[in-house]
């Protein structure tokens, strides 16, 4: 009898913790497990939908308004009745919604990744949720080292587990697709393209990374920006690159599915996070061959050895971001390929089996 998996999440966008799902569900073993994927919001145009179709794998839109959204509780216990899922797994805030519906329709195997730091992950009113729902027996899994001691500190406990994300890693080393990117793009190739793959919210900095770009490039007009991303500072971080006297360098590419060609374009990978989980990104970046300038927070550490296969600046330390990406554009070469040997340990099938043993493991408690 096959288990039956079914990823929640708020949306189906591209981002980190949306990518990982996607691959859970497409990557499970069809022989042991069945999956299927619910999105509490309406579809957007260029997310992951398409991929699961093509897998065959069944997708729920919820049709969630903004702010809390009573009819989702109804409507996601509906879509439990119908699959019977052994195992429903949630992301960042929908434990909120996931909880009262497992409850409503007798699912009874919950696993919540938690994909940033816990003090970071979810508001006040969804630790409380949290904590309900780990006290009555959800699995909590972390997705490195300093998302569990950060869950420790929060929720007075250990998580289940500690599964790091995982990646195609080959998928990211395409460096035939430099040049042809470049001249398709309008960058010539002594260009030095800075690329940053991040939403355009208050975590990622956005306006910070500006800022140390500004600094770091001076008036050099071979230095550019290129932000692949949206989000709600989109606006503000336009306005910053004028205010800097870069808005002719920051190239705002928007939301891609190009990554892999995007980052063979690319010189160095720049990520100022004010705070982090164990992100995809970078590991994307390192896989490309890609030097990698970040701040040390969450598991970027875990992933990034400062000075050897990237360079870690404080968060919210602007001149230390950006003297290292000055120093990262004289070690590009060295950096990037320290990374690239270092991302071989990234594979997505260790992540895949390991949920696949938590979730057998879920699925037997609640039979």
């Known amino acids: 009898m ?3 998996v079914v990823e929640v999440l708020a949306t189906l966008k591209r981002a980190g913790a949306e990518q990982m799902a996607v691959s859970l569900a497409c990557r499970l073993d069809p022989a ?3 999956t299927a994927v619910v999105a509490l919001f309406d579809a957007y145009e260029g997310g992951f939908e398409g991929v699961l179709e093509e897998r065959g794998i069944p997708v729920w839109h919820l049709g969630k308004r903004p702010g809390l959204d009573p009819r989702i509780f109804s409507r996601l216990a509906g879509v439990f009745r119908r699959y019977r899922p052994d195992v429903a797994h949630t992301h960042s805030y929908v434990m909120r919604y996931a909880l009262p519906a497992a409850w409503m329709s007798g699912v009874k195997g919950l696993v919540h ?3 940033n ?3 970071s992950e979810v508001d006040g009113l969804g630790r409380l949720i949290h904590r309900v729902g780990f006290w009555r027996g959800a699995v909590a899994v972390a997705v490195a080292g300093e998302v569990a001691r950060s869950f420790r500190e929060v929720y007075g406990r250990e998580p289940a587990a ?3 994300n995982g990646i195609e890693v080959d998928r990211y080393y395409q460096p035939q697709a430099r040049q042809a990117w470049r001249a398709g793009q309008g960058f010539r190739e002594d260009d030095l393209l800075v690329v940053s793959v991040a939403r355009l919210e208050e975590q990622k ?3 910070g ?3 140390a770009f500004a600094r770091a490039s001076g008036g050099d007009g ?4 290129l932000m692949a991303g949206d989000g709600s500072l989109r606006e503000a971080a336009r306005e910053r690159a004028r205010e800097r006297g870069v808005g002719g360098r920051v190239h705002w590419l928007g939301v891609r599915s190009d990554i892999p060609e995007l980052l063979a374009a690319g010189d160095i990978f720049a990520l100022a996070s004010h705070w982090e989980g164990y992100p995809m990104a970078v590991m994307e970046a390192m896989a490309a061959g890609l030097p990698v300038v970040a701040t040390a927070v969450g598991g970027v550490p875990e992933l990034v050895e400062d000075g050897v296969s990237g360079l870690l600046a404080p968060a919210g330390d602007g001149e230390a971001l950006a003297a290292a990406l000055a120093e990262a554009a004289r070690r590009r070469r060295e950096l990037g390929e320290a990374g690239r040997r270092r991302a071989a340990r990234f594979g997505v099938d260790e992540m895949v089996a390991s949920y696949a043993r938590l979730f057998e493991r879920v699925a037997g408690g609640g039979r």
């Open 222 to 225: 071979r230095w550019r920006l």
């Open 205 to 207: 900095n956005p306006l």
């Open 32 to 34: 042991r497990f069945e």
């Open 117 to 119: 730091v816990a003090g």
């Open 113 to 115: 990744t938690v994909h």
């Open 2 to 4: 096959k288990i039956r």
């Open 209 to 211: 990374l500006i800022d």
């Open 162 to 164: 500690v599964i790091r």
